[in-house]
């Protein structure tokens, strides 16, 4: 979690971003070499404290005392990892087994320490130790060891001041720096920044992985609201498994006997499959990131202060049968908090956590209890009110927050006129979500029985089309990533009415 500064300078976050290192196949054998060091420098710390436990001794867990034994041992003992990486191993060491031990301490049994040896460990360099220079990056190595520059993917994130540190690490075969960054937050002119007086409920969905609301927030004291879509995502999850199963019933007569060795080809499918569970995640981690940027810069534009959000614990602890429960992983519902959170603090916005048992079930405008709505209309039998499902939830949430004037139970938290609506869509960069590319996984899934195969490949949807035939509307920046899109995605919920209304 990002951390604040204890002093009266301005407020700082502690941002990390990922950047790819493009490196050639001698460069990309040195940086494994320089993982696979981590490794041996993590390896021997544990047996060091084995032996000594073994006689007896106190094992030697602080930074310092590792460090003296790392320079009795010199430079260069650990392949071409310099003394500064090996330092920060030892600091990744001494961290993880003091935060055990604090736990330990705290009643938690579950708590162990560092006794396990990893092949390759990642090794972090502080700022002075390497350099940036003209999009590559220079990494320390140990003395009398040619210099290892590498070329970046892309520029660092940051500006070059406020850099603290890179760490180098992998995930399967690709390398990447973890960039970590002392952010300033956000100074807004005064008078143009966050109000702490004005709220926006948050409500996180699947459907909708934000919706937000803020009661009198929008122009001429109007409700303000945002709707972030989640279709793409949900086609991202829906996609990936169908092509996971196919390449898995595909791949099934290759798979090695027990106790047997994998074929080539085997072994090529495996790889295969890891680099494409990485390209998953990462695409769902960039359509998260991308959302939420989306809620807090909406937030930002209304001069909302405070983001009250619905606090989920409840709803994640049931069992929901295989389906729903999938659903609601895939959700990743406290990634999507945290990348609020993050974005939101960085922007100079606080986030609340409320309850929010009820709050999708009550009405906003006379605060009756109404059943909770199958579809996405939400509509009070006792007031007339009628509005978007998850826009009452948020505003609901909103009345909750501490620094709302409304009442909590809800009721009279809408001005029950339209909102000012404002409708994104998440990950609009993922293959198929756009209208110029069509994603080739379509063609994976299978259609429900009896239902015919259209002729047209432009308006047949499930059929396998090679190559990808562009729909018809592809337009200028119809790729563009979370655009404004005219048109709520889901099936209308309103028929022409406004989004969160009372006739
Ligand atoms: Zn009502």
Known sequence: MPRRRESSAPPVVYRTARVGL???GGQRRRLFGLLRSGGDVWAAVLLLNRWRRQRGDRPLVGYQELCRELAAAGEGTFGELSTVGARSVLRAYSDAWMSAARRRRAGDETARFPRRRRGLVPVRFYA???TVDGGRVRLPVARGRPPLWVRLARPLPYPDGQVRSVRLTCAGRRLFLEVTAEVPVTVHPAGAGPDPDRVAGV?????????ALAPRGGEGGRDAALLVSGRALRAEHRLHLAEAKARTRAAARRAPAPGRRGSRRWKQFRRRTRALEGRHRRRLAQARHEAAKAVASWAVAQRIGTLAVGDLRGVLARDAGRRQNKAVRDWAVGDLLRALADKAEQSGIVVEMVDERGTSSTCPACAARVAKPRGRVFHCRRCRFTGHRDLVGAANIAARASA?????????VVTG?????THRRAGRHLPGAGRSRRDPRRGLISRPPGRPIPTDPVVRGGGSIWPAVARPGTGPGSGESLAGTRREDQAPPHRGEPCLTRP
Not at 203 to 211: K, M, N
Not at 417 to 421: A, E, I, M, N
């Open 404 to 412: 709302s004037a409304g009442a909590a139970d809800g009721g009279s």
């Open 22 to 24: 493009r490196a050639t």
């Open 128 to 130: 002075g130790t390497f």
């Open 417 to 421: 006129s339209p909102p000012v609506t």
């Open 203 to 211: 409500d996180l969905g699947i459907i909708h992985p934000y919706a």
